[in-house]
Nanobody
Framework: QVQLVESGGGWVLPGGSLRLSCAASGITVSRYPMSWHRQAPGKGRELVATIFSIDDVTNYANSVKGRFTISRDNAKNTVYLQMNSLKFEDTAVYYC?????????WGQGTQVTVSS
C-alpha cells in the first residue's frame, strides 16, 4: 500500500520561508518520480515541482522557479519542498504525488497561507 503524508504547512508572512515534507511508505522515493502540486481556492491543481528518479533531474513551474527547491532524503524516504521568498499567490493546499505501479498516488495535503 502506497501512502504519502505531507507536513510542514502553516501561516507565514510574505517573503518568509517554509519547508514541506512528504513521508512515503509502500514505495522507495529514490526509485520513482516525486512531485509537489498545489491547489488554490477556486483553481485547479497545479504542478509545482518534480524530481525524477534518474540523475535527480528536477523541474519547476515558472511561477516558483528560483524560489522553491525540491529534494529527497533517501535514508528517511522523504521528499521535501523548500519554499523561500513566499508570495500571497503561493497560498494553497500543497499535495505530494508519485507515479508508481501504473497509478497516481496523493497525500492528504497541507495548507500554506501567505498573508500579512
Amino acid at each position: 500500500q502506497v501512502q504519502l503524508v505531507e507536513s510542514g504547512g502553516g501561516w507565514v508572512l510574505p517573503g518568509g520561508s517554509l519547508r514541506l515534507s512528504c513521508a512515503a511508505s509502500g514505495i522507495t522515493v529514490s526509485r520513482y518520480p516525486m512531485s509537489w502540486h498545489r491547489q488554490a481556492p477556486g483553481k485547479g491543481r497545479e504542478l509545482v515541482a518534480t524530481i525524477f528518479s534518474i540523475d535527480d533531474v528536477t523541474n519547476y513551474a515558472n511561477s516558483v522557479k528560483g524560489r522553491f527547491t525540491i529534494s529527497r532524503d533517501n535514508a528517511k524516504n522523504t521528499v521535501y519542498l523548500q519554499m523561500n521568498s513566499l508570495k500571497f499567490e503561493d497560498t494553497a493546499v500543497y499535495y505530494c504525488n508519485t507515479k508508481a505501479y501504473g497509478s497516481d498516488y496523493w497525500g492528504q495535503g497541507t495548507q500554506v497561507t501567505v498573508s500579512s
